[in-house]
């Protein structure tokens, strides 16, 4: 399995503003993903964070609103900019050891 | 592409009944098959996986027998407790031996009632 941590664990944001939620991992891993899971709904992948490389976004989510950060292999950062209501979700990292995710305790993010 | 379908929710029990949540599943190569566990106001835990066909993951007292004659993997639980109230989610990956994208199914909202 895999130790994951998330900050912050809530945070209540203005419109118009960003933030940028940390992922730190227990030890080193090839792949980190960023999910959005909005109010009572399933988890959506925003993209995929490789070392050395640019993120891979899914369709739908672009990099100049949500740009990630992978400096190292324990570590990945998701800024979510100039915040709407509609950012208002769990946001989610996870990490791949072998054909299993595991995921961290989620950002709740609510913006006003 | 891949798809999830989970059986709609949400789903009321009494302490000790017995669960079933479907999970039907569409790929097109071997997926792996997991159940994920998301307890209210926390992050998603893995419950159980299964890796090939006939596999049988278990935790917990929850199980699910992946089967690709029906692509089901139905979890099932024989006495719920109050304390399994939460939202269940079927997810597949989409190659078996490495980390790929997860696709997930809607979640399935449990209540246990004492």
């Known amino acids: 399995s895999a130790v994951i941590s998330q900050k912050p664990s809530r945070d209540i944001c203005q419109r118009g503003t960003s933030l940028t939620i940390q992922c730190q991992v227990d030890?080193?891993?090839?792949?980190m993903f960023w999910y959005r899971q909005q109010p009572g709904q399933s988890l959506t992948l925003i993209a995929t964070a490789n070392q050395g490389s640019e993120a891979t976004y899914e369709s739908g989510f672009v990099i100049d609103k949500f740009p990630i950060s992978r400096p190292n292999l324990t570590f990945s950062t998701l800024t979510v900019s100039n915040m709407s209501p509609e950012d208002s979700s769990i946001y989610l990292c996870s990490v791949g050891r072998g054909d299993t995710q595991y995921f961290g305790p989620g950002t709740r993010l609510t913006v006003l | 592409g891949d798809s999830v379908t989970q059986m709609e929710g949400p789903v009321t029990l009494s302490e000790e009944a017995f669960l079933t949540i479907n999970c039907t599943y569409t790929?097109?190569?071997?997926?792996?098959l997991f159940w994920y566990v998301q307890y209210p106001g926390e992050g998603l835990q893995l419950l159980l996986k299964a890796t090939k066909a006939d596999d049988k993951g278990s935790n917990k007292g929850f199980e699910a027998t992946y089967r690709k004659e029906t692509t089901s993997f139905h979890l099932e639980k024989g006495s719920v407790q109050v304390s399994d109230s939460a939202v269940y989610f079927c997810a597949l990956s989409d190659r078996r031996g490495s980390a790929r994208q997860l696709t997930f199914g809607s979640g399935t909202q449990l209540t246990v009632l004492p």
């Open positions: 790929a097109t190569g071997y997926p792996s």
């Open positions: 030890s080193q891993v090839t792949m």
